[in-house]
């Protein structure tokens, strides 16, 4: 193994929280990168801060997401990587959100590991990858022991999991630019038909590059857990925030790190490869519904 010292972890101030948490890094080895009010990771405040790091502690780590779990928005990873290496640092990318969306290579991005999940493509739980190009990469084992997956993670495999989850992703990367086209059309099709019912409602993300399944939006006066209530009503299910997260209501720290009140709160809508028309019909018939009880009532929520 090599003798890779990380003398810190930066991360964009929208990570999930498995990245933003800083996993075995200290506290105070955890640095965030801003974002813009649009929900992108702010690249000039990033190469500021590695122009600033340490490198007699250690290289820097940058930890960044293809596609954020809360607005669909797509970050600009090839770019971050070229700054990151330009100061000889690493760059792990969370690509779980992106696979099966979009088109993912670790070789354009040119990320030096890459993080994606099975369940977000139809796979087993609880099972992942962790992606390097290069063993020379990977200074320590996650868990010590038997020397499983060549010494990186020690433990029997769970080998059925493995095995749906290649499936998984055989399957998803069939048809994938057809399928996400169609389900793009679906969402632009409901946020079309939101802004009509609701010309007040704010879609988080709108105006930048975004997959195609995700609908982030507020609707003043609706606070988030009486609008997921409100929805579930109507036969509507949807969460607020990610929906790894749902049954755990409160502030949104991508909508504050994008400077947005995150009182205001915000529901998550997800579209799939079975979602149809119908289904959209549905959900905008819900929707009108909520927005105008709202402005019947005259308060919020």
């Known amino acids: 193994r090599s003798p890779v010292a ?22 105070a080895q955890v640095i965030e990168i801003p974002v813009t009010p649009t929900g992108i990771a702010d690249l000039s405040a990033l ?8 490198h007699s502690l250690g290289l820097p780590m940058v930890g960044l997401m293809l596609v954020n779990n809360e607005t669909g928005v797509i970050q600009p990873v090839a770019e971050a990587a070229e700054i990151v290496h330009r100061h000889r640092g690493l760059l792990v990318v969370d690509a779980v959100q992106a696979v099966g969306r979009i088109p993912v290579d670790i070789m354009r991005l040119d990320a030096d590991f890459m993080v994606i999940s099975s369940h977000k493509i139809g796979g087993p739980k609880g099972v992942g990858a962790l992606i390097s190009r290069g063993e020379v990469l990977m200074p320590k084992p996650l868990i010590r022991g038997g020397g499983q997956e060549k010494g990186h993670r020690s433990g029997t495999e769970n080998f059925h999991a493995i095995v749906g989850f290649g499936a998984a992703a055989a399957a998803m990367s069939e048809d994938l630019d057809d399928r996400n086209a169609g389900i793009g059309a679906l969402r632009d099709r409901l946020e079309g038909e939101m802004r009509k019912a ?9 105006d930048v590059p975004r997959v195609g399944n995700t609908c982030f939006f507020t609707l003043p006066g609706l606070k988030a857990e009486t609008g997921q209530i409100a929805f579930d009503i109507e036969g509507i299910a949807l969460s607020a925030g990610s929906a790894c997260s749902s049954g755990k209501v409160g502030e949104s720290h991508v909508l504050t790190a994008m400077g947005r ?16 028309d119908e289904d959209i019909t549905r959900a905008v018939a819900a929707f009108a519904k909520i927005a105008a009880r709202r402005k019947a009532q005259g308060v919020a929520a």
């Not at 609701?198 to 709108?206: E, K, R």
């Open 198 to 206: 609701a010309a007040d409602v704010m879609i988080h993300g709108a």
């Open 6 to 27: 990380i003398g810190a972890l930066y991360v964009s101030a929208i990570e999930h929280p498995a990245i933003r948490e800083g996993g075995r890094f200290d506290p």
């Open 261 to 276: 009140d995150p009182q205001l709160g915000a529901l998550r809508i997800s579209l799939g490869p079975d979602t149809t």
């Open 47 to 54: 190469e500021t801060l590695l122009v600033a790091h340490d």
